[in-house]
């Protein structure tokens, strides 16, 4: 059985998406979930930054075909793991988001749940994410221009088959009409972060703040998730993992490379197709996006 697949979207930018990601991966954790978080956002990656994290292969190598996804897996602040990307825009050019659906594929395999954190507005790098996904959690702010943009990824999502699972309000003040926001989205409100200072700095912030207002609402937003995963699922990722996840001492992450090679020798290539040497080939990376719709949509 494969694990959970979130993916945390919305329209607009600089509503939180980031913060969320980090913020539930944390939670999670912490209530015994094998939790990743994936830098889906190609365009302009900034979990690593947000972490304090400077990790090489990235997600873009493995996205051009020069890295495993197995070595792209790092540690962040409290043990949360995490998939970081890069910021430059060579690796973005080179980066092809058809990819991204085996990468996702192999983390489900090692890990419970997979939280896939994306990039603002509607192109195919951000409209992948939602296809792949299990679950989508759309983030907003009260402000208009960020609603009308959650509303058109809603839409979107929904015209390629993906299950919206609810929205969550941020920077909510006592100002914030939250019925008002969730009778405009027309979705199920999962959880309303106040504004918070501490949320703009020192993340993850249930670690660094873990007192504040928003470090709670994120923790009974992860209690929410983890009712939507365990109902949807029997109890976890399958124990035939794909790769074993890289350890600090590069230990695991050796013994997953003698085991994909040991696997290739006999195959004739990786299981998923994003090793060094495998790239997968352009028909079959139109096949497995063609199931969202994706090239339709962009075409």
């Known amino acids: 059985m494969t694990g959970y697949v979130f993916t945390v979207a919305g329209g607009k930018g600089g509503v939180g998406k980031t913060t969320t990601a980090i913020n539930v991966a944390v939670a999670l954790q912490d209530a015994g979930h094998d939790v990743v978080v994936v830098d889906a956002d190609l365009g302009m990656a900034n979990l690593g930054a947000m972490l304090d994290i400077e990790h090489s292969p990235s997600l873009h190598q493995v996205l051009a075909g020069k890295a495993a996804v197995s070595d792209a897996i790092t540690e962040g602040p409290g043990g949360v793991t995490v998939v970081p990307g890069e910021r430059n825009l060579e690796a973005f050019a080179d980066a092809d988001p058809a990819k991204l659906r085996k990468v996702v594929k192999a983390l489900s395999t090692a890990y419970e749940i997979v939280l896939i954190d994306t990039g603002a507005g509607l192109s195919h790098e951000t409209t992948v994410p939602l296809g792949l996904a ?109 790769f074993e996840p890289s350890s600090p001492s590069g230990d695991a992450s050796d013994a997953a490379d003698s085991d994909a090679d040991a696997e290739s020798a006999e195959s004739g290539g ?26 339709g949509l962009f075409n």
């Not at 299981?271 to 719709?293: F, L, W």
């Open 134 to 242: 299990d679950g989508v959690l759309l983030i907003t702010t009260a402000d208009d221009v960020a609603i009308g943009d959650t509303i058109k990824t809603a839409q979107l999502a929904e015209r390629i088959e993906g299950d919206v699972v609810g929205a969550v309000l941020t920077r909510a003040n006592d100002d914030t009409n939250v019925s008002q926001v969730a009778d405009k989205l027309d979705l199920e409100m999962l959880a309303v972060v106040p504004e918070d200072q501490d949320a703009t700095k020192d993340e993850p912030l249930l670690i660094n703040h873990s007192d504040s207002y928003a470090a709670e609402a994120y923790r009974r937003l992860a209690s929410t998730l983890e009712e939507i995963y365990e109902v949807n699922t029997e109890g976890g990722a399958t124990t035939e993992q794909e």
């Open 270 to 295: 990786s299981e998923t197709g994003i090793g060094p040497g495998n790239e997968a080939s352009p028909e079959s990376d139109d096949d497995d996006e063609d199931e969202d719709g994706v090239f």
